[in-house]
């Protein structure tokens, strides 16, 4: 039987390879890079690992858009970077911008609900 001739085979499963790779890379990234391979969710109830999932969820969203800004920036397709060094990059970067106290937010903040 040849692939090509028969029409059950001829719908374009192979379109939906790039998606597929993408979403296989999307979890490879959540699972080994960001949350870290021998590190195991610590939540002990269900409603608390939706949580943290959605966390390292958001975490990776964040990772991603940076990505994006930055590959814009300098007119280039963000494939073109590294999900892994760009998580490095915002983790040295991290402690210069983060642990403000709520007294040191700016005035505009004050009153946003």
Not at 3 to 17: A, C, E, H, N
Not at 24 to 44: M, N, P, Q, W
Not at 89 to 112: F, H, M, N, Q, T
Request: proline share 7%; net charge neutral.
């Amino acid at each position: 039987m040849n692939i090509v001739s028969d029409p059950i085979l001829t719908i374009p499963y192979f379109d939906y390879f790039d998606e597929r790779w993408s979403i296989e890379t999307a979890f490879a990234e959540i699972k080994t890079t960001l949350k870290g391979a021998d590190i195991v969710l610590r939540s002990k109830t269900p409603e608390l690992v939706r949580q943290e999932f959605w966390g390292l969820l958001l975490a990776h969203h964040v990772v991603r858009k940076l990505m994006l800004e930055a590959a814009l920036s300098r007119q280039r397709t963000p494939d073109t970077l590294s999900f892994k060094h760009s998580l490095s990059l915002i983790r040295r970067k991290l402690p210069d911008s983060g642990a403000v106290p709520p007294r040191g937010l700016p005035e505009v903040v004050v009153g946003v609900d």
